[in-house]
């Protein structure tokens, strides 16, 4: 009789009975979320794809695993699991580095150089420009028609 008591307290309590629903619809949008990944055609997928989809898989497994630990009353900052959770984090942000990487812009060598040549000054460039290009005479005399006269 007395767990009957309980029982209608713990009903009567809406703080607690807020909660407890709250945490059905979570479960119910996690495994919505979990069914929708497990459907998708692993083989047709990018690369990228594969590897967001198993790091999500992963992380989405451990946290819930995690959870688990907390509502059975296990302390999981000391458990495997805990390691576990910091290696798909620390995996996670190897990828999204190594795609950062990826979609960074890229610099044409060969063009670069080009550029580079062509902007700094030599000596080789001064006396080669001194031999190709003739010297203006400053005075040009004229003749009597006022044609320069060579």
């Not at 459907?39 to 590897?51: P, Q, T």
């Not at 999500?56 to 451990?62: D, G, P, T, Y």
Request: aromatic share 6%; glycine share 2%; hydrophobic share 40%.
């Amino acid at each position: 009789m007395a767990t009957l008591d309980l029982d209608e307290e713990l009903l009567k309590d809406e703080e607690l009975v807020a909660s407890i629903q709250n945490l059905d619809h979570s479960i119910v949008d996690i495994e919505t979320l979990l069914e929708s990944r497990m459907d998708l055609d692993y083989i047709s997928m990018s690369v990228e794809e594969k590897i967001k989809h198993d790091l999500l898989i992963a992380f989405a497994l451990n946290s819930l695993y995690w959870v688990y630990l907390r509502l059975d009353g296990v302390d999981p900052t000391s458990h495997n699991i805990k390691r576990e959770l910091d290696r798909v984090k620390s995996t996670m942000d190897m990828a999204k580095g190594a795609m950062a990487k990826k979609n960074m812009l890229r610099v044409d060598k060969k063009a670069a150089e080009r550029f580079i040549d062509h902007a700094l000054w030599t000596p080789e460039d001064k006396k080669r420009r001194s031999h190709n290009v003739e010297k203006p005479n400053k005075k040009i005399k004229f003749d009597e028609n006022g044609d320069p006269s060579t």
